[in-house]
């Protein structure tokens, strides 16, 4: 299921940049091993970790712990592109629904024993099963048959053609298992395998060394939980953490615009689509003229500044989902225009409106922005700031309006607009499709795109969908995120993944 980014979570799509060799920058406080030594990396952060269970991760970080422990079928590399990862090869047969994965002949677990195709098919069983309550049921849902017809081959047969399956298979919830296995205990398949869990607390992982694919010399990786950001910063620069995967936006300004600082930093825009959405069944949302002249009214580039990085949206999918249109642009902020036609539709004034936001610093910077904004084309809106747990429902039941985030569960332009913005989406109370927008030439063209094989003529369907979309504006996008992260001197490998977001392989430490 697509979600919406959570308040100290801001995540998107887009460009990618790695971070090569470390270089002579002081990294926040001069040279130093940091963490516990050379051959151990020490991270922190705020958040905490709700599951290890490979059917149940799916916050930013059980997932990125998850995916250092094990392998799945296929991959992300860099670019977002989907590869083979323990299947050497893969062939579509049957029209687009019969799927035939053939595995690595040197793939074991942690234990040494073989990974073989029983293992996926184990895995995906289980997440099929209501007791199991995974969060990732429904994208294996059209999974109506398995065959591991021999240790090294498993087919998978689906009730209709699904372009998506390959990467519902990359996602951790199907990494392989094994029979009788700790649920709480990943059966290692990849870089690390679980050393210790506190819960709050602490997380450590250690090397496996039964991957052979693995060149990093790290022998210990540990995430510090529940670290507020003032103390993460501190500890950073007294050496005891090597990497912060958030840089609050006050120390980004400061380390980006710093010469020395800048082999220690790395930044990248993500899969996600942060905008202004609208209640199209409520006034004054409910008149197009009025939403145009809220797409006229907001200042894109100036969310990209109270960000502190990113990119102004030039539409609604982000740059690393396949059908982003790079060519597209929304048009110039044009309050002239904006306040005419408010004017038309309300020549006495149009009524007030409640934006719903999270009661957070920087969602509330954002809805301050927006709400002076529409202000100066004449639309008035109140500010509702409540807790993030409250903001899930209510966006989607009560609100006139609101500023949210979007990102998609893995990088595919259906995967991101049908659960928001597919008319089968609304539903009564809180609903997915919180704008209550519904098309039926866009209902036609997701419906049409979603069984059709990826390629050209699928991202143009995508594309025709989203300018309908962006005619009616049931949203209006203000940017995509850009994430930080910085890293002591010594330190290599640190990206920003389109997929993954919070990636703890490939790093090294000198």
Aim: hydrophobic content about 40%.
């Amino acid at each position: 299921m697509t979600r919406p980014i959570a308040p100290l979570s801001l995540l998107a799509a887009g460009l990618l940049l790695v971070a090569g060799c470390g270089g002579s920058g002081s990294g926040g406080s001069g040279a130093g091993s940091g963490g516990a030594g050379s051959k151990v990396l020490t991270v922190a952060t705020s958040d905490d970790v709700k599951s290890l269970d490979t059917a149940k991760a799916f916050d930013t970080w059980s997932t990125a712990l998850v995916h250092a422990m094990t392998r799945r079928l296929v991959d992300y590399d860099l670019q977002g592109e989907i590869v083979p990862d323990l299947a050497e090869r893969w062939e579509v047969t049957d029209g687009g629904k019969t799927y035939t994965f053939t595995l690595r002949g040197d793939a074991t677990f942690a234990d040494g024993k073989p990974i073989e195709a029983r293992n996926f098919q184990l895995a995906i069983e289980r997440i099929q099963k209501p007791a199991t309550a995974s969060p990732g049921a429904s994208f294996y849902s059209g999974i109506t048959r398995m065959e591991a017809t021999d240790p090294k081959t498993f087919v998978v047969h689906l009730a209709k053609p699904d372009p998506t399956l390959l990467n519902v298979m990359g996602m951790t919830f199907a990494a392989p298992i094994q029979e009788g296995q700790a649920a709480d205990r990943p059966a290692a398949s990849g870089p690390f395998e679980l050393e210790s869990y506190e819960p709050g607390a602490k997380v450590v992982l250690r090397k496996n060394p039964r991957d052979p694919r693995n060149p990093s010399t790290l022998q210990q990786l540990v995430l510090q939980l529940g670290v507020e950001e003032a103390l993460q910063l501190s500890r950073f620069q007294n050496g005891e953490v090597d990497l912060l995967a958030r840089v609050p936006p006050a120390e980004r300004a400061v380390v980006a615009t710093d010469p020395e600082q800048q082999d220690n930093l790395v930044q990248g825009v993500v899969n996600q689509t942060w905008y202004f959405g609208m209640n199209v069944t409520r006034p004054p949302w409910n008149n197009p003229k009025i939403r145009q002249a809220v797409l006229l009214a907001l200042d894109r580039d100036r969310h990209v500044q109270l960000a502190g990085a990113g990119q102004a949206a030039n539409g609604i999918l982000p740059p690393h989902v396949p059908g982003y249109h790079a060519g597209r642009a929304l048009p110039k902020r044009d309050i002239a225009r904006a306040k005419q036609l408010v004017n038309e539709v309300y020549p006495d004034g149009p009524p007030q409106s409640v934006m719903w936001l999270v009661n957070s610093d920087l969602y509330e910077a954002h809805a301050e922005a927006i709400q002076s904004d529409l202000a100066d084309a004449g639309l008035l809106v109140e500010l509702r700031p409540v807790t993030y747990s409250e903001y899930l429902t209510g966006y989607k039941s009560k609100a006139d309006c609101w500023y949210g985030g979007w990102f998609p569960d893995f990088p595919d332009a259906g995967n991101f607009l049908e659960p928001v913005l597919h008319s089968r989406s609304i539903r009564p109370g809180a609903s997915q499709n919180a704008a209550r927008y519904s098309n039926p030439k866009v209902d036609a063209l997701l419906d049409q795109a979603h069984g059709t094989a990826k390629g050209p003529a699928r991202d143009a369907l995508y594309k025709q969908a989203e300018d309908l979309v962006l005619k009616d504006i049931p949203w209006a996008p203000l940017y995509f995120e850009m994430e930080t992260r910085y890293f002591r001197d010594g330190v290599t490998g640190v990206t920003v993944h389109p997929v993954w977001r919070q990636m703890l392989t490939g790093i090294d430490k000198r």
